[in-house]
């Protein structure tokens, strides 16, 4: 049949011409009429009527534009008109059949605010650009060293490569620095940042209050300015105007407030609090060996990310060339600094986002059937009114309406849910997620809930709407008047649709069960180390009070005695790291290897005193720890883990071995062997380890800690109940030195895996409403099916078919498209679950033992929802079946 009879589009633009023509056919008849009774011949008649009319065809062009214009109000105002009309009677279609109108707003409603939820914590952490200008020309500038990955850079090598490059408008270091900031009330520790003279340059944002540093202030002596941030402007000094001049003391040095950033330069709420020159020594400026130095660069107008790279490739063959030990076989990199901001969430949001919209696909295809079985119990009012004149293009568009009513009000109750799935996403979530705490349910936000029910609409209602516009007439009355129906192609429907539940919602089961598979072996994998009853904080020494490594030395060690003497305390420790804390790292060259680049094993390095083995519970496998003779002027020691110990001497006796590290002082020896630990918790890698005595560090080292230590203690009681003493004890050796970071060892392993539960626990959550409602599905289906064929039923039982034939007769119904949607959603499972596979430890992506647990759920909850109705079909009374 064809589609413009199907669906007549009357574009009017004929039967405006042709009006039009008529008409002025019809005053220039009648003129003709005229001038032949007044004595003129035809032919001369028709050439007088043109002239008397004037420009025909300037006239006939003037007046189809009116027709035109008429024509496309009045259809307008018909089209307005009839959607008022549809509208109107949607509402009283939904009003009138409350039941079916509830679980589909509540069905569409859950994946929308889900659907929704998803896309403002994407939008807020992912989507949204920095607030700065042309944000797209910030970038990150990385030191790589083999295959090890993006690291920082040294000052030297920035120093150099500023000189040298030549595609930045504005290039910049900045290192983060935890700093002591002396009150009237006690000690606060503030984050800062300590950067070059061109940093603000990069963002290219004026501050609000004053003026910001620059390479002016980035040398020694004239470095003591400081730039506030406008949340520390704020709570420090009450938003005073007239903060600048004033003096902060940080790291016990005075500092001179010279500017204030506007409040949309804070980024996240864990921003940094204010900014100081970073102020580098000549010597420092030569050094190429300590990376610590986060680079930032504003490409210059026109110049791409891949021509940036180049050139950086250049300068790095170019300091490889020139300082050979420090950079041979290191590389520059440079990449969008948004993806560095982001990090790995964009991919963790968008994995989340895709389960959400699986969910509101799940929905739809519920709802979808919903309305196919309501368009079949309504067949005889559409064939009726198509009888009546009602054309398939005015009903295909009621119905339309009508799915289209239904989604906008599932979006209304949908954002509403959103708001608090929101709240709730921004207080659960773990930490350390940049500008989550911005999500919110922006206009952005509602506009895409908008489209997505507009979508969720046409996708739900299209099906309804395409079996409904193949009605035919006569047989649809004679069915109806026989009040009986058959199996039709509407069955086929239904069962793909309940296929595409079974499969969407197995995708998602086998999402959810991956990570859940990942946490429970997760559990499982030793840490190295027993951090139950350990309580850790954090300290740091100012440099200018405790200048040299001696007094470090001296107040660490008067710490740790004191920390010692707290009741409860079984042993103390100080140490540069602990485990679940970020560390440094540094190479080794074991002793008789040439002191080259190609024999450098990169390292962990942990400075620790003789009791942090004690402490932590790290078993020493081999050899000895420290001890009090470990100490400044002794021959220099070292203790390794096995990892190292096999890396550096497979199957040999590292104990008396001699290693080579940056310290010019001569080689360490190796006294002992202790346990792997997974530094960055039980989801982390062993890393080659390394552990030296704090009595031995040299001033280079003390400088790589920031003067920054750790004190742990151990406690057969509450561990997080020794946070008192420790704080007393550190302050009774100086009160300007405030402890921060408290944790016990137990939060810091379970912080480590803080995302991956959180993710597991959304995926779980989702999974478990995708199966919820493709049960609900096939309960329905099944549920249609078997009313559908009560008269059949009712036959199959007078002629004395059992019950359990009946009950294995509906429940057959169900088989094949749950079937087909395990299939179909194992092989879709197979490729998704490759989107989490860097998130599981210890399973594989095509776990088979996952696979099949979620099969056999989802086949046990398909089974049962079809198991209903069909008990209810086989014990139907006969004669009332053929009754019905």
């Known amino acids: 049949m064809d589609f413009r009879t199907r669906f007549p589009l009357r574009l009017g633009r004929p039967a405006v011409d042709e009006e039009v023509d008529a008409e002025l056919e019809f005053h220039l008849a009648m003129r003709r009429r005229d001038l032949i009774a007044n004595g003129m011949s035809e032919a001369d008649a028709h050439r007088a009527a043109l002239d008397r009319f004037g420009d025909l065809r300037r006239a006939r062009r003037e007046c189809r534009a009116i027709g035109h214009r008429r024509e496309q109000r009045m259809r307008i105002a018909q089209y307005v008109s009839e959607l008022r009309q549809d509208a109107a009677f949607s509402v009283r279609q939904m009003l009138a059949a409350r039941a079916f109108t509830t679980v589909s707003v509540a069905t569409l409603a859950l994946g929308i605010g889900a659907t929704t939820a998803i896309f403002s914590t994407l939008n807020a952490v992912v989507l949204r650009p920095l607030p700065v200008p042309e944000p797209d020309r910030l970038v990150e500038v990385h030191s790589s060293w083999r295959d090890l990955g993006r690291g920082n850079v040294s000052a030297g090598n920035f120093v150099d490569m500023a000189a040298e490059q030549t595609v930045f408008q504005a290039v910049a270091a900045a290192s983060g620095a935890s700093m002591t900031l002396a009150r009237d009330e006690g000690a606060e520790r503030v984050i800062g940042v300590r950067a070059t003279g061109g940093f603000f340059d990069v963002w290219g944002v004026p501050p609000a209050l004053g003026r910001v540093f620059g390479p002016a202030e980035d040398e020694p002596g004239r470095d003591q300015v400081v730039v506030l941030s406008h949340r520390f402007w704020t709570r420090q000094f009450a938003a005073d ?16 407030v010279v500017g204030v950033m506007p409040e949309s330069f804070d980024f996240t709420a864990d921003s940094e609090a204010l900014w100081v020159p970073i102020a580098f020594t000549p010597e420092r400026k030569g050094m190429h060996d300590e ?11 026109g110049v791409t990310i891949q021509q940036a790279a180049q050139h950086l490739s250049t300068v790095g063959a170019n300091l490889a060339q020139r300082f050979p030990k420090d950079n041979a076989e290191r590389t520059f990199t440079v990449a969008p600094l948004m993806a560095s901001f982001v990090g790995d969430y964009a991919q963790r949001l968008v994995v989340l986002l895709a389960a959400v919209l699986a969910v509101l696909l799940i929905a739809c295809g519920n709802v979808s059937n919903l309305l196919l079985a309501r368009g079949a119990a309504r067949a005889r009012e559409l064939a ?4 009546l004149g009602a054309g398939q293009g005015r009903l295909v568009r009621q119905l339309f309406t009508e799915s289209v009513v239904l989604s906008l009000v599932s979006a209304a109750v949908g954002i509403a849910l959103a708001r608090g799935l929101i709240r709730l996403l921004v207080a659960y979530a773990p930490a350390g997620v940049p500008r989550l705490e911005q999500a919110r349910l922006d206009g952005s936000a509602v506009g895409f809930a908008g489209a997505v029910a507009v979508l969720a609409g046409v996708v739900f209602g299209l099906l309804p709407a395409w079996r409904a516009s193949r009605t035919d007439i006569n047989s649809t009355l004679k069915e109806a008047a026989r009040g009986a129906g058959g199996r039709s192609a509407r069955d086929l429907v239904r069962s793909a649709l309940i296929a595409t539940e079974v499969a969407l919602a197995l995708i998602l089961l086998v999402g959810a069960g991956l990570l859940i598979r990942s946490a429970i072996e997760t559990q499982r994998v030793p840490t190295g180390f027993n951090p139950k009853g350990v309580f850790s904080g954090r300290f740091a020494l100012p440099a200018a009070k405790y200048e040299s490594a001696a007094a470090v030395l001296q107040a660490a060690r008067e710490i740790e005695a004191r920390v010692k003497g707290v009741p409860g305390v079984r042993a103390a420790m100080v140490a540069s790291n602990v485990p679940g804390v970020g560390t440094f790292s540094n190479g080794l060259v074991p002793d008789g290897e040439a002191p080259e680049p190609r024999n450098v094993r990169q390292s962990m390095a942990r400075f620790v005193s003789p009791a942090y083995f004690e402490v932590m519970g790290l078993p020493i496998v081999r050899g000895r720890g420290f001890d009090d003779g470990d100490r400044a002027g002794a021959p220099l020691v070292l203790v390794v883990n096995q990892t190292l110990a096999q890396r550096l001497w497979p199957n040999q006796d590292p104990i008396g071995r001699r290693v080579n590290g940056s310290s010019p002082r001569g080689p360490k020896t190796v006294i002992g062997v202790v346990a792997d630990v997974r530094w960055r918790g039980p989801a982390g890698p062993v890393d080659l380890e390394f552990y030296q005595p704090l009595a031995q560090l040299d001033e280079t080292a003390w400088n790589w800690t920031r003067r920054s230590l750790f004190v742990a203690a151990r406690t057969d009681g509450d561990a997080a109940g020794l946070a008192p003493g420790v704080r007393r004890a550190i302050a009774g050796v100086d009160p300007g030195v405030p402890l921060f970071a408290e944790r016990t060892m137990e939060e810091r392993m379970a912080a480590t895996l803080d995302t991956a539960r959180f993710n597991t626990m959304l995926l779980a959550l989702l999974g478990a409403v995708g199966l919820l409602l493709a049960g609900v599905g096939i309960y329905g289906v099944i549920n249609y099916f078997a009313a559908q064929r009560t008269s059949e039923i009712g036959i199959r039982l007078a002629l004395g078919a059992s019950r359990g034939s009946v009950l294995k007769l509906v429940v057959r119904q169900a088989a094949l498209p749950v079937a087909a949607g395990v299939v179909a959603g194992a092989l879709g499972a197979s490729l998704a679950a490759q989107a989490i596979a860097s998130q599981l430890v210890n399973v594989r992506p095509n776990d088979p033992l996952t696979f099949a647990g979620v099969a056999a759920v989802l086949a046990a909850v398909a089974l049962i929802a079809a198991f209903i ?16």
């Open 241 to 256: 105007r007239g903060v600048l001049g004033r003096t902060l003391t940080l790291d016990s040095r005075p500092y001179t």
């Open 291 to 301: 990376h610590f130095l986060t680079v930032y660069g504003r490409l210059r107008p």
């Open 384 to 387: 009726v009114r198509s009888a």
């Open 869 to 884: 109705p069909a008990r209810r079909a086989a014990s139907l009374d006969p004669s009332r079946a053929l009754r019905a």
